[in-house]
């Protein structure tokens, strides 16, 4: 796996596991939602910087998102259900 696979993997397993929509991560590290994706599917070249406000906003240090996946490991899936949270109305 390239290393630009291996920190999309890293990115978007680490957002999901926490609950942070895509559109909340750009918010949180200073970028936009598309650059996101981008870095997620591995077809953006990553600088040191952005590297390191992706790596605070997830509170994590930056060598994690460059850790390759663990030998079958799954994909990272997407968050359930949507990126905004649900609510019902008991009326």
């Known amino acids: 796996m390239d290393v630009r696979k291996i920190i999309g993997w890293n990115l978007r397993s680490l957002r999901v596991e926490r609950g942070m929509s895509q ?3 750009a ?11 981008r870095v ?10 952005r590297l390191d ?6 509170g994590v240090r930056p060598a994690k998102l460059l850790e390759e996946p663990r030998p079958g490991a799954r994909e990272p899936m997407s ?3 949507g ?4 609510h019902r109305a008991d009326g």
């Open 23 to 25: 559109e909340r991560l």
């Open 83 to 86: 990126r905004k949270p649900r």
């Open 53 to 58: 406000a992706f790596a605070k906003a997830l």
């Open 79 to 81: 968050l359930s259900a």
């Open 40 to 49: 997620e599917r591995g077809s953006e070249n990553v600088t040191i910087d």
């Open 27 to 37: 918010f949180e590290s200073a970028t936009d939602r598309s650059y996101v994706g």
